[in-house]
């Protein structure tokens, strides 16, 4: 089977398969078609832990009356199990660190995890959560960062070591930072920006609009879901849709909208500067989760000529390394930056992503520099990543 001109193999053809939500008959008969084929089952177990689906191919092949060998049909429920289990954990904690943040007067966004498994798949026993994400302000970020650490998390990356005054440079030129909870699996990363170029999704902060998302002894506020959806868009894109997953959410997400409200969301897109990244996955989720586009719309995108390189390598970076992630493999982030470039419009879009990649966050803490002299960090970039380099080797060899 090929897709953007790119074979796919029968257990990714077949996994793809078990990713569409929601439940049809076509869909298992589908499921139960590919799965005639001489399907290798520990190598698509495999590749539905690689991609975080786990949860839902578990269901999917139980629906289809689908029977694996005892080996894999057990190492894939145990995963489903875990997923649920972890994600029970995951909400409770989503709630407590809500609740924390706003009793020091802040109001934060929770983005993806918990949030979007009962917004599109009503169920906190499908989808996997590998951490919670949350948006605050930038000038709530220090005070967020107490919160977290009163709440038990420590600060992972940038690492614990660093001061106050590098971790505020930290958060003022990049978006996230990591926590975790000692001893747990639980981690928060700490937003307070959600994209690493502003221009693929613009205006969009922890003010913006937002909607309430009921759990199980009280509520969190996340996106409204036309930002959102561009949120997901982005957010997959950028990271080359390289897990199957973040294209199941948005799928699942446009399977409740219908086709006027599919065309809705990608105007909603295109208006904040993603676009081309909904493009992209409206004709990832037709090609490999068989989502139906209104015909219009199909004909705009097909007209849209970057749109088939980015397919292309959304497909590659999906399937061309099996069960190996792409961060473990030689340049196997290449294309996916390239198609950064692909994402906006325009030549200033192109000088700013330029720009963004001939820095890096830590530069900021290894040589601060004044404002006004910012503009040397490019410059700076290939003698600074050999410092980072000679810290790492360090560290690994200590």
């Known amino acids: ?116 498994s009962v917004l599109v798949f009503e169920s906190l026993g499908i989808k996997q959560s590998w ?28 690492d614990a070591g660093v001061t106050d005054a590098d971790f505020a440079r930290w958060m003022e030129h990049y978006k996230e930072s990591l926590w975790q909870r000692p001893g747990s699996r639980l981690y928060v990363e700490l937003h307070t920006a959600l994209v690493d170029n502003p221009r693929l999704l613009q205006g969009v902060t922890a003010a913006s609009a937002s909607q309430e998302v009921p ?42 909208q219908g086709q006027d409200g599919i065309v809705r969301l990608h105007r909603c897109a295109r208006s904040l500067g993603g676009g081309r990244s909904s493009a992209q996955a409206l004709l990832l989720c037709e090609a490999l989760l068989d989502l139906p586009l209104p015909a219009a719309l199909r004909e705009e995108l097909a007209a ?37 470039f692909l994402l906006g419009r325009g030549p200033g879009y192109k000088a700013s992503e330029l720009l963004r990649k001939l820095s890096h966050p830590e530069d900021r803490m290894l040589l601060p520099l004044p404002g006004a002299l910012h503009f040397l960090y490019p410059v700076l970039a290939p003698p600074l990543w050999i410092v980072r380099r000679y810290r790492v080797s360090r560290a690994r060899s200590a």
């Open 304 to 340: 849209d000529r970057p749109l088939r390189w980015l397919g292309r390598i959304a497909v590659g970076a999906m399937t061309g390394r099996g069960a190996t992630e792409l961060d473990d493999t030689m340049f196997g982030t290449v294309p996916l930056n390239f198609a950064h």
């Open 1 to 116: 089977m090929k897709v953007f001109g790119r074979n796919i193999s029968d257990e990714f053809a077949l996994l793809a398969a078990c990713c569409r939500w929601p439940a049809s008959p076509a869909r298992d008969e589908d499921i139960r078609t590919r799965a005639a084929e001489p399907i290798n089952w520990p190598a698509f177990v495999a590749l539905a832990r690689r991609h975080r689906v786990e949860g839902l191919a578990q269901r999917a092949l139980k629906e289809a009356g689908i029977a694996l060998p005892e080996g894999p049909s057990q190492e894939l429920a145990a995963r489903a199990s875990d997923i649920a289990m972890q994600n029970l954990l995951q909400a409770a904690e989503t709630l407590r660190i809500s609740q924390s943040l706003e009793a020091a007067g802040i109001q934060p966004l929770f983005l993806k995890g918990v949030t979007l």
């Open 131 to 158: 951490d919670i994400d949350l948006l605050v302000r930038p000038e709530e970020a220090a005070a967020a960062a107490r919160v977290l650490g009163a709440a038990g998390y420590g600060r992972k990356y940038p």
């Open 215 to 256: 759990l199980a002894g009280g509520a969190i506020r996340t996106l409204s879901t036309d930002t959102l959806y561009t949120y997901l868009c982005v957010h997959g894109a950028t990271h080359g849709w390289s897990r199957l997953k973040w294209l199941a959410d948005v799928a699942a997400m446009l399977a409740r």
